[in-house]
């Protein structure tokens, strides 16, 4: 009998399901009741138990795949994982479909479907009946260890990035007060006008009377984490987008190293941990500046421009840098095209004098044609495929140009400056947090284990260079890279970091170029020099002190690991059910200084988060909020708005003489109840219709300064935002609609 039940494929393959939920459950009693852990922590740790026991029960028990190759079962695993993320995101979705109070039906139905999809796919995935050699598992495991195949890469290297993240994961949906409740607010707003009003995200209602969202420099309607939180929610969506960034990052940077600048395996993948883990990486995102990380995309940009004599590596370059552009037009951004640029000009100099110099300027020209041709193939792609979306950008910025200009965060000194990059603590006064973590603009840390290393580095070149009984020029051979520009690189974006500290400063000449007048922070060209400095060793190829650098690197990784583990998600406290309910009475918030009760008598608290401006949650409950943390009309600046709200005294949504009979963030009706103006607590711009007709073309984007005054005498007003060249705008002049 059990023979028999044991030769159906099936029924091992139900067996084997069973058997590793039994494993996962086990785990997690373990880890909650004996070792203490939490339920989130406990569940989580099962889950990457469960995984890998699942595949191996379902590979060699229920389908009798006894390949062991090392190239068999990486392709195997990448498989396998591409089914589990596709049944994740196809039960989310079939819950969403139906009403909350069917939700075991619908998870049944979920997991009734997957399972039976997956038997099918299994038997395509798990198809290897060869027993192996012992010659076969010694080549697996020496394959393995030497991180030898790159499916294995993708499986293994990326697995430190996850348990990095999980700590912020585990907040699932907490937010924070201050900038991090902003973001939330912006991907909130489109979340609710796509998916529930069905609208293009061309305005966003629930914010300061109301400002553009699609022109907004800090939302990115083509992103990564778009569709995350299209499917999960503003909140938990930005945080696996964070996971997705922190994985696109090291993967990104780990290419650099290694096919960029010749740097080994081991070592390429050491240092590109070291830019995810370090202080740069985790400060902004624990500060809810999510635009930073466009970091991430940094890697893939330099890697394609030192590439450009490839065929392809153009549109890598444009795509890349596109998807940048959509994302966030802001710093990142922006500073990347200025860090290719200076880099791309040292090149030009180098090269002009190497061929001085040999007085042949053949090879100078020959480079030109190539290089002239990449930056016409990639600058036509960027330019066609960013022009829409900077149209809006840049007419949103014309209109309402940055009201702070400086920084409250003066940053002169050379000490301090070198300090933020390899000290464990900020150059003020830090919080009590692990090394290099905290709330300062400076956090740049990348562990002091790589400032060891160029130091050792600068010993070799120097040795190699001044050193007599040495081959002429043999120093110019240490490196894949030339060192000159490098080093120049690093001296350019540290004199950036180091802000205006005289007339000549660089900080101070960028700050005169429109665009670069608005980057107040000039600290933040910092974590350019510390991308140079890992650039650096990366490209160092001498065989002295090779194997200490791999040990410090080690040493640094696991520090970083360490300290930014701790502090991953810290700031992410103000837990979704501390929200007001939706039927609390509406009041526009300025500077809510009353912290949500569960944090009443919470002095750390107060003393942190002195104002809490409820962005998201407005926005979740449909109310108007009359301030905005925009850096673009930024309302807590004096004179800069006069909508209504609690610090202005009782006000109404509109005027007395007609109501609201249907209302979207872009499309409203009004009904009339008495004649004459009709006023509306709104901002007007030259985007919104009256009625089909546009009643402020005159003034700006949108208008905080001016009432929004309705003079049209219908008994039926209908508003709509159409700006020009927008979607609505198109099928107005389509279909007449």
């Not at 990326?158 to 994961?169: A, D, I, T, Y």
């Amino acid at each position: 009998m059990i023979q028999r039940v044991l030769g159906s494929a099936v029924a091992r393959y139900i067996l084997a399901g069973g058997l590793a939920f039994i494993i996962e459950l086990a785990v997690v009693i373990g880890l909650y009741k004996m070792a203490g852990l939490s339920a989130e922590a406990a569940t989580a740790i099962a889950f990457w138990i469960g995984l890998p026991a699942s595949f191996l029960l379902q590979k060699v028990f229920a389908f009798k795949d006894y390949e062991r190759t090392l190239k068999t079962i990486s392709k195997q695993a990448v498989l396998y994982g591409v089914l589990v993320a596709f049944n994740y995101a196809f039960t989310l979705a079939v819950v969403s479909f139906f009403p909350d109070n069917l939700v075991v039906f619908s998870r049944s139905l979920a997991l009734v479907i997957t399972t039976l999809w997956n038997f099918l796919i299994y038997r395509y995935i798990f198809n290897a009946r060869k027993r192996p050699t012992m010659a076969d598992v010694r080549t697996f495991l020496h394959d393995a260890i030497r991180l030898k195949n790159s499916r294995v890469n993708v499986a293994l290297l990326g697995v430190p990035v996850l348990l990095f993240c999980l700590p912020m994961l585990l907040t699932r949906g907490k937010i924070s007060p201050g900038d991090p409740d902003y973001y939330f607010q912006i991907y909130e707003a489109f979340r609710r006008s796509v998916l529930e009003f069905g609208q293009f995200p061309s305005w966003n209602p629930w914010i300061s009377g109301g400002i553009p969202l699609f022109a907004n420099i800090q939302f990115g309607m083509v992103s990564i984490q778009a569709p995350f939180v299209l499917l999960f929610g503003a909140v938990a969506g930005m945080k696996l987008a964070v996971t997705a960034y922190a994985l696109v990052g090291f993967y990104g940077f780990r290419k650099l190293f290694k096919d960029g600048l010749g740097a080994t395996t081991v070592k390429a993948t050491l240092l590109a941990y070291i830019p995810i883990f370090g202080s740069f990486f985790v400060s902004r995102v624990n500060a809810g500046h999510f635009t930073f990380l466009m970091i991430a995309l940094v890697p893939w940009l330099i890697y394609f421009f030192l590439k450009r004599k490839n065929k392809w590596s153009w549109l890598g370059f444009a795509l890349v840098y596109s998807l940048m552009v959509w994302t966030a037009p802001h710093y990142t951004t922006i500073m990347s095209a200025v860090v290719v640029g200076f880099w791309f000009a040292f090149e030009l100099v180098r090269r002009a004098i190497i061929a001085w110099q040999a007085q042949d300027w053949q090879p100078f020209v020959s480079s030109l044609k190539i290089d002239a041709l990449f930056w016409a193939k990639a600058g036509g792609l960027i330019i066609a495929l960013v022009a829409y979306r900077m149209y809006f950008v840049a007419e949103f910025i014309r209109d309402h140009p940055r009201l702070e200009q400086a920084s409250d965060e003066p940053f002169t000194r050379i000490w301090p400056a070198l300090y933020s990059l390899w000290g464990p603590d900020q150059y003020t006064n830090p919080p009590a947090l692990p090394s290099g973590y905290g709330w300062v603009e400076t956090a740049t840390y990348i562990g002091i284990g790589t400032l060891v290393c160029l130091i050792l580095i600068a010993i070799t070149w120097g040795i190699a260079r001044f050193a007599k009984t040495r081959k002429k020029n043999e120093h110019k051979n240490l490196f894949t890279y030339p060192l000159v520009i490098l080093g120049a690189l690093f001296l350019m974006f540290f004199a950036l970091g180091m802000g205006d500290f005289g007339e000549l400063s660089p900080y101070r000449l960028l700050n005169h170029l429109p665009v670069f007048d608005s980057m107040r922070v000039a600290t933040r060209w910092l974590a350019w020099s510390a991308i140079i400095v890992l650039v650096i060793i990366a490209a160092y190829k001498g065989d002295r002190f090779k194997r200490t650098i791999t040990a410090l690197l080690l040493l640094t990784v696991l520090e970083l690991f360490v300290t930014g583990w701790q502090t991953m998600g810290k700031i992410f406290v103000v837990a979704t059910e501390q929200y007001r309910p939706a039927s609390a009475a509406f009041d526009q918030q300025y500077h809510y200084r009353i912290p949500r009760p569960a944090h009443a008598g919470d002095a750390n608290f107060t003393a942190v988060y002195f104002y809490d401006e409820n962005l998201l949650e407005t926005t979740r409950n449909n109310f108007g909020q009359v301030i905005a943390g925009d850096s673009l009309v930024d309302t807590r600046q004096p004179n800069t708005t006069i909508r209504c709200g609690a610090n202005q005294g009782s006000c109404y949504f509109i005027s007395d003489n007609a109501v609201v009979s249907e209302w979207s963030p872009t499309r409203m009706v009004l009904t009339r109840t008495a004649p004459g103006p009709i006023n509306l607590n709104m901002n007007p711009g030259r985007g919104w219709r009256v009625n089909g007709a546009y009643a402020f073309k005159d003034e700006k984007v949108t208008d905080p300064l001016k009432p929004f005054i309705i003079t049209d005498e219908s008994q039926i007003i209908v508003l709509d935002y159409a700006p020009k060249l927008s979607p609505d705008w198109a099928v107005n002049k389509l279909f007449g609609k």
